[in-house]
């Protein structure tokens, strides 16, 4: 029998819904319509999360395209959530009772990417309490279903005094919704779309005037969208583009991205950029000071020079004072990527105000990979403050400085032009230092200058099966190799039998260096005066 019209489920192709008792598994309506061989109306539905039973197709015969192999499937529309207004997911939040289970699930995404859980602000005094609401200045509905901003009026009645509104994961799709939540709320300053998947068609210029820090972390938002939005992004300081499959910039006009006026943090981490030139498409933001471009494929960082921007901005700024590419900029995050060469840190000294750097998982900066450690990263990066999230103190630099000259050093054979050309700082170091060219030991001098050259190191022992061992601190050759090493530390803890590993525990380093070439010597690895070194043992 068919069923009536008046019985059929209210889903629309391409409209965003919630498994029904589940706000957090949502999808998009892919298909509404019969299913051969079963009854009824079925609802075709692609899950964001991609657990499905198939593409679209149900015995050969294909009802929709799913994104993956297994996130479709067929659902009764009683089983389907269209979801609720954004004041009937306030007054849910902040009215009614809550768990505190369902409080521990209440949550958003840090910049990276890790789950922060959200305080229910003022829940004490407001639950209950619904003339209370007006009182908010902070929310966060996220993942409770909101499709919809409702009526607009009821908003701006309820929650006159938001600030700050958290929407991630719910199903909003349209930016005239956005555009209605924000007129309603005329203090509301900063606002996170997160997992929202927006539509690529904007209908209309969403009022977003006086927003001032907007995330929008997985919508699928795309760099031509982002130039239509600026328009009405008078006011915005932070932008948040997380994980939009970002591959291009593509400004509105000329080379580079115009506007933006007040823009100090851009964060585009967890997208696809693989040319550096796509980013000296933002080098004339005049304003911005952070830009996080973690997890990308970058293979390579350099500076402008004047030529280069020239011809880059093809005359734009003709009429207009050129300015500096980036110069505004202090932090600026790349780990994550694929570089791995030395001219790529050494361009980093141009940035004119560049002070927070973060290189952490790139091949350059891991030993591992046969990058550098980061005593040489601090010493070639002349400026910075803070790497990888740990601040460079000032013993830090003079310590990192003076073994990084010493390890030049030790690889120079005469006047190497070679050597110099591929350590830029050496020259100017080394004299900053006074550190002098080592001379030949003669006569009386050879005891004295041998002792000169004697590196006093701490030894500490960590090995849980080594047992407690009070350190010791020796003083020892800077010839002295990794395999020696080991055996005198066999004979100094009295060790038998147990095969050990080393580390050179660097200041500011979150992990230690393992030294695991046994034949580098301590002047090699770059170690110097009072250094630590964590004796191990095998696992």
Same mark, same amino acid.
């Given at each position: 029998m068919q069923e009536s019209s008046e019985?059929?489920?209210?889903?629309?192709? +391409?409209q965003r819904v919630h498994s029904s008792g589940d706000p957090r598994r949502i999808g998009t309506v892919r298909y509404v319509g019969p299913v051969q061989g079963y009854s009824g109306t079925w609802v075709g539905v692609?899950?964001?999360?991609?657990?499905?039973?198939?593409? =679209?197709?149900?015995? =050969?015969?294909?009802?929709?395209?799913?994104r993956s192999e297994r996130s479709g499937s067929f659902v009764r529309s009683q089983n389907l959530s269209s979801g609720i207004s954004l004041l009937q997911a306030l007054q849910l939040r902040y009215r009614g009772d809550t768990t505190k289970e369902e409080e521990d699930e209440m949550y958003v995404l840090s910049a990276s990417n890790k789950r922060v859980n959200v305080q229910l602000v003022g829940k004490d005094k407001i639950q209950d309490k619904l003339s209370r609401l007006e009182e908010l200045t902070s929310a966060s509905v996220s993942y409770l279903g909101v499709s919809s901003p409702g009526v607009p009026c009821d908003i701006s009645t309820n929650v006159p005094n938001l600030k700050e509104l958290d929407l991630t994961g719910?199903?909003?799709?349209?930016?005239?919704?956005?555009?209605?939540?924000?007129e309603q709320l005329a203090d509301l300053f900063a606002l996170n779309l997160s997992y929202n998947l927006m539509a690529h068609d904007m209908v209309g210029l969403p009022h977003l005037k006086c927003i001032r820090i907007l995330v929008l972390n997985n919508i699928g938002i795309n760099w031509t969208q982002v130039e239509i939005l600026k328009q009405s992004l008078l006011e915005i300081e932070e932008l948040h583009l997380m994980g939009n499959k970002i591959s291009t910039i593509e400004p509105a006009s000329s080379f580079a991205v115009q506007g933006f006026d007040y823009l100090r943090l851009l964060n585009l981490e967890d997208n696809c950029i693989a040319d550096w030139n796509e980013i000296l498409k933002l080098s004339q933001l005049r304003s911005l000071e952070q830009l996080h471009l973690s997890n990308n494929s970058l293979i390579r960082v350099f500076y402008p020079d004047d030529g280069m921007m020239h011809e880059l901005l093809n005359g734009y700024d003709s009429c207009e004072e050129s300015h500096k590419p980036f110069q505004n900029l202090r932090c600026l995050l790349l780990g994550g990527n694929n570089i791995e060469d030395l001219a790529s840190i050494d361009s980093l000294n141009s940035f004119p105000q560049l002070v927070d750097i973060r290189l952490s998982e790139n091949p350059v900066a891991d030993p591992a990979q046969g990058g550098i450690p980061r005593f040489v990263l601090v010493a070639r990066l002349a400026k910075v403050e803070m790497l990888n999230g740990s601040e460079v103190s000032s013993r830090e630099r003079k310590e990192s400085e003076i073994r990084y000259v010493r390890l030049v050093m030790s690889k120079m054979q005469g006047n190497s032009k070679e050597l110099l050309w591929l350590h830029p700082r050496f020259a100017e170091l080394k004299v900053f230092h006074g550190i002098e060219d080592?001379?030949?030991?003669? +006569?009386?001098?050879?005891?004295?200058k041998m002792a000169s050259g004697l590196l006093s190191i701490t030894l500490k022992c960590v090995g849980a099966s080594i047992g407690e061992k009070p350190s010791l601190t020796k003083k020892l050759p800077g010839a002295t190799t990794v395999g020696k090493l080991k055996i005198l530390c066999e004979s100094f803890f009295k060790l038998k039998s147990i095969k050990l590993k080393l580390f050179l525990q660097e200041e500011g380093s979150p992990l230690p260096?393992?030294?695991?070439?046994?034949?580098?010597?301590?002047?090699?690895?770059?170690?110097?005066n009072e250094s630590t070194i964590l004796v191990d043992e095998e696992s």
């Open positions: 019985s059929r489920p209210d889903f629309r192709i +391409g692609d899950w964001d999360n991609g657990e499905g039973k198939h593409d =679209g197709t149900i015995n =050969g015969v294909q009802y929709f395209q799913a719910n199903l909003i799709s349209e930016w005239k919704d956005v555009s209605t939540i924000c080592e001379k030949p030991l003669v +006569g009386a001098a050879g005891p004295q260096m393992l030294l695991d070439d046994e034949m580098a010597t301590l002047t090699d690895l770059g170690i110097g």
